[in-house]
């Protein structure tokens, strides 16, 4: 049985109108597209904000019932249905928190849209390190203890921005206690949560943020629920953020022509959620675990299991993850990252009638292997580990950055000097170098390590020259 989706129900009522279209998109359900079929039939549901589809700016009927129902599944002040991703979420938290040059305490490893919140704002960024999760081999969560002391250090902190989990699935064991000692000093803590909209549906995957009282928490619906990329949830429930300045930011920075079939797919995604039931999940736990034990049967395969069961890493002997990557590809297997010493899998949320063909899959990953060793006898195993400063402040800061030239110059000559373009290693997208850090020999040691194992970076650079973007000397 379907629960309500009243937005979904609304484009179903309005397409078996069979309506004429004299309005915007210009496709006209389709009919001018020449995109392969089946994308022209979903388009046929591509429409605009008309009659009896409400109004997504300022929501009265089929919209604002969809988001009620998830304010309600979610017990929020507000929750909102995002078109443009945890990005604009990201972007409306900060700005509804802080004003120009006022200061605000962020983990170091954010994703880049919190960097460019800042930037575009203008506030002082205070950096928090995370430690260093020696399972996963990944920066996971900030502890308690940093967080005491960069609070003690910046009592004035506008908000404390923290990314839980972390891409890999890791949660923190502080969270709780971070948010209590904020709230304590009237600190609003806003959580990045893209990795994590699927917590709610069983109480064996890690808590939501919310459940441990985060003011502001922007959920990637579409990376775990059957959301469509670009769709997220935006969630408030607090006593220190007005949840009209976050409504008032959302509506400035959202398109003003959003996309039915996104917004279609987060009702139809949050009733998911609503109908995830114990037994779906001990059904899926029961599979994975038949997975791991196949897998485990491969020669040279390590699974790693971290807090959430959605997410799976593994490792093969020597070889890195892009090696990995690379040898899964060839058996049409696509892994969601890879990093110098493993792959990422996320797992589907699947409910009791999925089918899901993991033999076929674990025969596969065992014909990768074996694949990569005949072609590779040699793997690559000098594997590095981030070390920064626990609590870190932006060497220039961004107005002055931006009054400053740059120029190029090669990136081995760079220690000591002020980046001017940001650096992200993508997959996972968390800056290695940020406009206005000083370069030091370890951020260098690593970006050496990234671009040795051949990943792929975002941001201004011209790496494949071994030049990279910096403050005139
Ligand atoms: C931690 C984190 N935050 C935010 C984002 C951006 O999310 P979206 O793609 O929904 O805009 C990502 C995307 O990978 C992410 O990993």
Known sequence: MVEKRPLVEALEQFHKKKPISFHVPGHKHGLLS??????????????????????????????????????????????????????????????????????II???????????AIELVGVEPIFVSPEWDERSKTASYVSLKVMEEAIQQYPFAKAVVLTYPNYYGVSS???????????????PVLVDEAHGAHF???????????????????????KTLPALTMGSFLH?????????????????????????LILASLDDARSYVERYSPMDYKQLMDRREVFLEALGTI???????????????????????????QAFEKENIFVELADPYQVLLILPLL????????????????????????????????????????ISTLEMNMELLSEKQGEWIPYVRSIGRIAKGMIVPYPPGIPLILPGEKITVSILTELEDWLDKGALFQGEHRLEEKLIYVVED
């Not at 064991?173 to 600190?187: F, T």
């Not at 990569?372 to 981030?386: A, C, S, V, Y």
């Open 299 to 325: 020669s040279l395969i390590e699974v790693v299991q971290v807090d959430d069961p959605l997410k799976l890493l593994l490792r093969v002997g020597k070889y890195s993850g892009f090696q990995v990557r």
């Open 200 to 222: 709610r549906t069983h109480s064996e995957f890690p808590k939501s943020a919310l459940l441990f009282g985060a003011d502001v928490v922007v959920q990637s619906a579409h």
């Open 106 to 116: 962020v983990q170091r490893n954010a994703h880049k849209s919190i960097f460019h």
């Open 351 to 390: 409910k009791v009638e999925h089918e899901y063909a993991f033999a076929e899959i674990r025969k596969r990953i065992k014909s990768a292997v074996d694949q990569l060793k005949k072609e590779n006898p040699d793997g690559i195993n000098n594997l590095f580990q981030m070390e920064q400063k626990s």
């Open 173 to 187: 064991p502080d969270l709780e206690n971070i948010i209590r000692l904020c709230h304590s000093l009237q600190i």
């Open 236 to 260: 408030i429930h607090s006593d220190l953020i007005d949840s009209k300045k976050i409504n008032k930011y959302l509506r400035m920075l959202q398109t003003s022509s959003p996309s039915y």
């Open 34 to 103: 020449n995109l392969p079929q089946p994308i022209r039939d979903s388009m046929q549901y591509d429409v605009t904000e008309l009659n009896g589809l409400d109004d997504y700016h300022h929501p009265e009927e089929a919209i604002k019932a969809a988001e009620q129902l998830l304010t309600k599944l979610y017990n929020t002040d507000k929750s909102f249905f995002l078109v443009n991703g945890t990005t604009i979420g990201n972007l409306a938290m900060i700005y509804a928190t802080c004003k120009y040059g006022e200061q």
